[in-house]
Every structure is written in structure tokens, then in C-alpha cells.
């Protein structure tokens, strides 16, 4: 997909003088993220396309060497499938509807699927009419604590139940596989060793070999007052895991990174369009790319853009309004800028790579749709 391309955000800036939000993306960061998973985990890397699903972060990556998929419906399994014939997705959403099921495995030719429950085995067995070449991993849940958002809540079976379920699933003929997530934005290595180890219980408990074990995603990315450890302690963490358990050389070790891949490859900028003593409002806001400030809790790194001048060497917070009428339109941390920043000047809001475009609604009938390359 060709975007416009500018040397940087301000030159984006002063040749479009955009009175809406504009996502720049920074296609570089996207390799840089990409090598580093390519280069240091033990095993098969799958982007999270529900992370940012746009064309232009699926090609680059896809170009990057990612051409492993982690997808969560027909469409996304779609935008995979539109890559290239060697783009492979999974289709790892533990709860699907049948109609999904069969047009993922008799259109698209998906074989590898999530389970965490023995009625939806049922269902993949029934809608492939018990095919033969079916991989199935078992998702598992896991303790929180560790996590932004704990997915164990909503997702993935007891170990006993899952050691049940991954006997029925070798006994139906499968592939078998053990999988869990120990949530977004993780920022302890220990939780994904405890999770291999878990997974290894599982297993022995089971009495089946693994073909395949899917470590999840969850892996962090930077934000303000937010400094994970180094990637590399969780790639050592699950390593770590891995030979502990004795994992077979043939079992297939695969992870499915989102946040970690995506988040510092894209910054939004966005207009001041009124200032009230020590309030601004904006034109994007919490029902549109800037929602994770309220859901995650998490603050964006950013900086002011004037295109007629300085700004002023004193810096003070700002509480920020979204552009909507919702009286709830506003971001639950202040921004830091320049105590004289005014009407039509611009922000940029960087690491919004991840969840941002992907979450917008349409309330209001906003609905930032603008992407730019920075090269």
C-alpha cells in the first residue's frame, strides 16, 4: 500500500498543515521490532494483526520477514491471506461462530486453530467434517498480576481441564498444542517462564506430546513512567521455560507479539482547536485513537508543533478534551507543553502504534482515516 512519504513529522506538518489527525507512520521502527523478535526468540514469530490490522503495518512487517499471523476473524484471516500465498495465519480466537469456522478451513485452508473448552472442539470438528490435518493447541489460563489487562479472566481452561481437552484433541486425530497469554503490556519475564513451565505440567499431566506450544503475546512496549525491561529478558525468560521442561526439538515454539512489534512504529499528531486557560481540546480523544490512556492507564510521550515560531521555555500540564460532546471525552493524564501553546497549533502523541486506529468508533461521526510514511 503507497502512502504520501515526508522526511520527517514537521515536514509533514508545514506542507499539510493538517486540521485533522494524521497517523505517521515510521516504517523503520516496524523492521527494527521485527528483527529484534526474528533475531532473538527460539522459534516462530507471529504478528497479533488485531494490534494495528492496517495494510500498510501488515506489508511491512510481511517485508521484514513476519510471515506468521495471529488472526481473530474472517477479515483479518482476509487481510493475511492478501499478502502473499506464503503469508500463513492461525486463527487463535478461543470462541468462534460455526459459519467463521468453515469458511476459515474450506476458503481460506486454516488448520490451525485455539480451543480453551470442550464444545467449541465439537464445533471445529464438526464444521471441518473431522478433517485429518488439523493442528489444535489448547489455550490454558494463567496467574495475573503482571499485566495490564489480564486475558485469563475471559480466556483459557483450568490445567486440569486443559490437560482433559489436549487427550481429546489427540485422541480426535490432531495435531496437538498447548497455548496461553499472560495478558497485554506484561511487564514481568518470570510470567512467561511460569507459563512454559505451567504448559509443561500440562502436557505431562495430559500424557500427550506437543507438536506445537504457542507462548503468546503480552510482550511490553515503553510509555511514559512505564519502562519495561529489556526484550530480550522475556525472550531469555521463556528460553529459560523451554529447557526446563525438556520440550521436544520437533515441537514448534511460537509467540504472537502485537504491542511489542507495532507500538513505536506509528505517532499520531493532532490540532489544538481551543484552549481554555489550562485546558486544550483536540481533535482525536478516548472514543478514537487515544482510548488505551483510559483503559490501559497509559501515558504518551509527546511534543508540540508550531509552524509560524517558537514556543515558550515554560512548560506546564494541560488537562486534554477529545473532540467530541461526550462530557467523558477526556484523557485521564495531563500533557506537558509549552504554557503558550494556542489554537492551530499541532501535537505529536508518539508509541500509538499499538490499539489506536484499530480501536477507533465513529461517534460523533469522527473518524481519523489520514496515514503518512516517515522516512
Given amino acids: 500500500m503507497s502512502l504520501r512519504r515526508f522526511k520527517s513529522t514537521d515536514a509533514m506538518v508545514s506542507v499539510l498543515q493538517p486540521g485533522n489527525p494524521v497517523y505517521c507512520f515510521h516504517p523503520e521502527e516496524f523492521r527494527k521490532s521485527a528483527r529484534q523478535f526474528l533475531s532473538g526468540f ?117 490445567p486440569d481441564e486443559a490437560a482433559d481437552l489436549l487427550r481429546r484433541v489427540r485422541d480426535a486425530g490432531c495435531r496437538t498444542g498447548l497455548a496461553f497469554h499472560v495478558g497485554s503490556q506484561c511487564l514481568s519475564p518470570a510470567a512467561f517462564r511460569d507459563g512454559v513451565l505451567l504448559a509443561g505440567q500440562i502436557a505431562s499431566a495430559a500424557g500427550v506430546r506437543l507438536d506445537y506450544l504457542d507462548v503468546g503475546g503480552g510482550f511490553p512496549a515503553a510509555y511514559i513512567g512505564e519502562q519495561p525491561p529489556e526484550l530480550s529478558s522475556f525472550l531469555d525468560a521463556v528460553r529459560d521455560g523451554v529447557e526446563q521442561i525438556g520440550l521436544p526439538d520437533d515441537c514448534v515454539l511460537m509467540c504472537q507479539p502485537g504491542r511489542a512489534l507495532v507500538a513505536g512504529g506509528c505517532s499520531l499528531v493532532v490540532q489544538v482547536q481551543l484552549r481554555k486557560e489550562s485546558a486544550i481540546y483536540i481533535n482525536d480523544g478516548r472514543y478514537h485513537s487515544l482510548s488505551e490512556t483510559v483503559t490501559g492507564h497509559l501515558s504518551y510521550p509527546v511534543r508540540a508543533i508550531r509552524s509560524d515560531g517558537a514556543f515558550s521555555d515554560t512548560i506546564r500540564d494541560f488537562t486534554v478534551f477529545g473532540p467530541t460532546c461526550d462530557s467523558t471525552d477526556v484523557l485521564p493524564s495531563a500533557f506537558s507543553l509549552p504554557d503558550d501553546i494556542r489554537e492551530g497549533d499541532w501535537i505529536e502523541i508518539g508509541q500509538v502504534g499499538a490499539y489506536s486506529n484499530a480501536l477507533v468508533t465513529r461517534f460523533n461521526g469522527i473518524s481519523p482515516d489520514h496515514f503518512v510514511t516517515i522516512e
Fill in 42 to 158: 527460539p522459534g516462530r514469530t507471529l504478528y497479533a494483526v488485531k494490534c494495528n490490522p492496517h495494510p500498510f503495518v501488515l506489508r511491512t512487517l510481511f517485508e521484514a520477514g513476519i510471515d506468521h499471523f495471529d488472526a481473530a476473524s474472517i477479515p483479518e484471516i482476509a487481510a493475511v491471506r492478501g499478502l502473499a500465498s506464503d503469508a500463513t495465519a492461525y486463527y487463535m480466537h478461543p470462541v468462534k461462530t460455526r459459519d467463521a469456522i468453515l469458511t476459515a478451513h474450506t476458503v481460506y485452508g486454516i488448520r490451525h486453530f485455539v480451543v480453551d473448552h470442550p464444545d467449541e472442539l465439537a464445533k471445529i470438528l464438526y464444521e471441518t467434517n473431522d478433517a485429518n490435518d488439523l493442528a489444535i493447541l489448547v489455550r490454558f489460563a494463567t496467574p495475573g498480576g503482571t499485566a495490564r489487562y489480564e486475558l485469563s479472566e475471559k480466556f483459557g481452561a483450568a
